[in-house]
């Protein structure tokens, strides 16, 4: 018999299996651990009988109990399991490095930069527990690509939704950009959504990293430049735009590199031009809070507490925008209800206009 | 093309892994079930797909294969589940398998 197999081959109808097992476990801590913990929560919340005031309060009371160590682990271990070992995304497409590139369109390229540095706090941290980052490696685009399937798993194939919900209440606000900036695209998840809604609109889209954005060039059948920019710097004139956009970025920032973001945004945007990200700010409760702050730390993503501790507000003001609006996020139908019993991201839409 | 693999490209130093439980070995050993828990699911879709092509081809008989076993197949088959029983659950005893040292 001629099996070409070996030992250590994994198929791919088993790298599949291991990443449905993965998913599987964790729609379960999302509709079944999640709720679990947050009713023990709420019993121990009761028993103390004091005020539930702050993530450490929320910590103090949870610090001891055997389910949220059990949240917890899972959290951060099957992460790890979607990128590494065995059955990990890393691995498969190092596995399949050639005819993975191969199957990118060589015809559309990003415009890349290959002496841009990548800022320290962009190479410290292997952010989602993907190893080498989003940026190192030439097939890093791919595996951030297929990772964000079940980034959130419940949504399925619904989560290509979050990106259209969000470019249609840009259009429901009657906003009409005939120029968009697109900052930390990625792999054009984002961007694409963008271009489609208003298609008569210039689109630009940047992002630090090359293997994303080959990605997002090979993805693209349109009009948009994609370029390997740090949004922090961009080469844009001033009043360039009168767009400019991001979803989950900002987040993953130091706060001084929001600071400088935001205010790059301010510069290249007209007067009158508008500017709307999505991304993790608002919060229901103290719960939802240390959930998310402990979610930052068990997914590699050390800005998130940071972030969502600015005073964006007073941020935005001294920038000179006004009309600033922090609203919460529904990414599906029916999520923002108080009685939405599974774990979701707290997203929410910043938007201002440059004065 | 190959390029290094993740990280070896930087001065990766792995550090200690976050932990959960009071005890780490706790932490460890539930990524060995978790592994093993990967590995059984995976067999078990294989196992399925290979089912459903032999049931396709007539080389299977999918209904017989799903029945409760018989008398006779259940006399056949349980020296060798006490067997695996046994094997499985003889570390509990911590009894020595062979003369020496107890600590």
Request: glycine share 6%.
């Amino acid at each position: 018999m001629n099996d070409a197999r070996t030992t250590s081959t994994v198929s791919a109808r088993s790298f599949a299996a291991g990443q449905q097992f993965v998913t599987g476990v964790k729609i379960y801590w999302h509709r079944s651990l999640y709720p679990a913990l947050r009713e023990e929560y709420a019993q121990r919340a009761r028993a103390d009988g004091r005020p539930v005031e702050s993530v450490a309060d929320v910590r103090r009371l949870l610090e001891d109990s055997t389910l949220y160590r059990y949240f917890g682990w899972c959290e951060r271990h099957m992460q790890r399991l979607k990128y590494s070992g065995r059955y990990g995304l890393v691995p498969w497409f190092a596995r399949q490095r050639e005819a993975a590139e191969r199957a990118l369109d060589a015809s559309k390229r990003a415009e890349l930069d290959p002496a841009l540095e990548m800022p320290r706090y962009y190479v410290n941290c292997d952010i989602h527990q993907h190893p080498g980052g989003v940026w190192s490696d030439p097939v890093a685009g791919l595996v951030y690509e297929r990772a964000a399937r079940t980034t959130a798993p419940l949504s399925g194939a619904r989560y290509a939704d979050l990106h259209d919900r969000f470019t249609d209440l840009v259009g429901e606000r009657g906003w009409r950009p005939e120029r968009i900036l697109d900052m930390g695209c990625g792999f054009g998840g984002s961007t694409r959504p963008f271009a489609e809604q208003f298609p008569e609109a210039s689109v630009d889209a940047i992002d630090l990293a090359a293997p994303c954005l080959q990605v997002a060039a090979s993805r693209d059948g349109g009009r948009t430049r994609y370029r390997q920019m740090d949004a922090a710097r961009t080469d844009y004139p001033d009043a360039h735009f009168d767009l400019v956009t991001s979803t989950m970025l900002l987040h993953e920032m130091p706060p001084p590199v929001v600071e400088k973001t935001v205010s790059e945004a301010a510069r290249v945007l007209q007067p009158g031009g508008r500017m709307i990200h999505l991304d993790f700010y608002h919060f229901r409760d103290p719960f939802q809070r240390f959930i998310h702050y402990t979610h930052g730390r068990r997914n590699n993503e050390p800005y998130m507490e940071p972030f969502a501790e600015m005073d964006l507000p007073g941020l935005l003001t001294r920038l000179g925008f006004k009309d600033i609006r922090i609203e919460p996020f529904a990414e599906q139908e029916g999520t923002l209800a108080a009685d939405y019993p599974a774990w979701r991201y707290p997203w929410t839409v910043i938007s201002a206009e440059r004065a | 093309m190959h390029s290094p693999a993740p990280n070896a490209a930087r001065d990766f130093k792995p550090q200690p892994e976050q932990t959960f439980f009071p005890d780490v070995a706790l932490d460890r050993a539930l990524g060995v079930v978790m592994a093993l828990a990967t590995e059984v699911y995976v067999l078990r879709d294989r196992q399925f797909a290979l089912e459903r092509q032999l049931a396709r081809r007539g080389v299977l008989d999918l209904p017989q294969l799903e029945a409760e076993p018989t008398s006779e197949e259940l006399a056949a088959s349980s020296a060798d589940r006490d067997a695996f029983v046994a094997h499985l659950m003889s570390s509990v005893l911590g009894v020595q398998a062979s003369k020496g040292p107890t600590e």
